[in-house]
């Protein structure tokens, strides 16, 4: 079998919601479901394999069984797998963050940097991200108004909609408001710089630790770059190129395609059910699910009334 359906872990972080149990079919007894790790190989969540010879195993037992080449020509090179893909449950605001650049943090984290993209999969009226700044500041700036709080103010604050597509380069200042429901695709990396957290304070009665001096060191104190050409992908940078399928319109319930020997592919089902098929293989999806097909697995259709993402290194 090359097609294999993932099982996600879990995280509980006190800004999460209930949506990933009770629409997306996500079975864990947690009351704040922040985040599905959906696609990982990070030792701070795994995924499994939910079916077949596999059952149980975790992605990485898997790939190390079968060996590199499932992951592709393109990732021959990596020590590490190279993608994270999530889904996000923000029923409170989460905190502002950024992230370093490959460079940066290999040098100060021994791992990489972190490119992510965010896909809204649904939002409540008046829904909202941060992301980058409105206008440039200076560096001293930005400093000040960590040290007094007054950082949102200057904040590109940015009302989204379902189907916005939000591609965060290394540097780029970023959060997720409350309200919203993302599928994020990220370099695999759990490098994070927090520089405001709203003064929350956790279960311990302290609030979150910051990372005010490397936030300095890595943040651009620009508005976002605004005219990305991704051509007909959603998103296509050097760590992933991102499709979005919508399947069981008027015109069609099929697509097919290819995952040749130069990278995986992962299918994320954001709505709806179907079948993915290559060769003998037949593999049923729905809502929520997650799917990893191995580099070489060659042509492939996918049927049904479905909206999915589909992500190749
Ligand atoms: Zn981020």
Redesign the pocket.
């Known amino acids: 079998m090359s097609i294999k359906k993932l099982k996600s872990t879990g995280k509980e972080y006190l800004w999460g919601g209930t949506r990933l149990i009770k629409e997306y079919g996500k079975n864990f007894s947690m009351d704040k479901l922040a985040e599905t790790w959906e696609l990982s190989c990070h030792p701070d969540g795994l995924c499994t394999i939910a079916e077949g010879e596999f059952a149980g195993k975790t992605l990485s037992e898997y790939l190390k069984a079968v060996g590199k080449k499932a992951l592709g020509t393109k990732c021959q090179h990596l020590e590490q797998f190279p993608l994270l893909i999530k889904f996000i449950d923000a029923k409170d605001d989460l905190s502002i963050?950024v992230?370093p650049s490959d460079e940066y943090a290999l040098k100060h984290e021994g791992q990489y940097g972190?490119t992510?993209m965010w896909y809204i999969m649904d939002c409540q009226p008046g829904a909202f991200i941060y992301y980058g700044f409105k206008e440039s500041i200076t560096n001293e700036e930005f400093a000040e108004r960590i040290q007094n709080k007054t950082l949102l103010e200057v904040l590109n604050k940015v009302e989204v909609k379902k189907g916005d597509v939000f591609f965060?380069e290394p540097g780029t200042i970023?959060a997720i408001g409350g309200g919203n429901l993302i599928a994020e695709i990220q370099q695999n990396s759990n490098v994070?710089y927090r520089v405001y957290d709203y003064g929350r304070v956790g279960a311990d009665g302290k609030e979150r630790e910051l990372h005010i001096d490397k936030a300095k060191a890595v943040t651009k104190c620009t508005p976002p770059k605004r005219d990305y050409d991704f051509g007909t992908h959603l998103v296509s940078c050097d760590y992933f190129t991102v499709d979005k399928f919508n399947l069981g319109g008027k015109s069609t319930k099929k697509m097919s395609g290819t995952v040749d020997n130069t990278s995986f592919a992962s299918i994320l089902v954001l709505d709806g059910k179907g079948t993915i098929r290559a060769g003998a293989e037949v593999v049923e999806v729905k809502k929520g699910d997650s799917i990893f097909m191995e580099a070489g697995t060659g042509k492939f259709e996918v049927e049904g009334e479905l909206e999915i993402l589909i992500t190749t290194v």
Request: net charge neutral; aromatic share 0%.
């Open positions: 963050q992230h972190k992510e965060i970023h994070t």
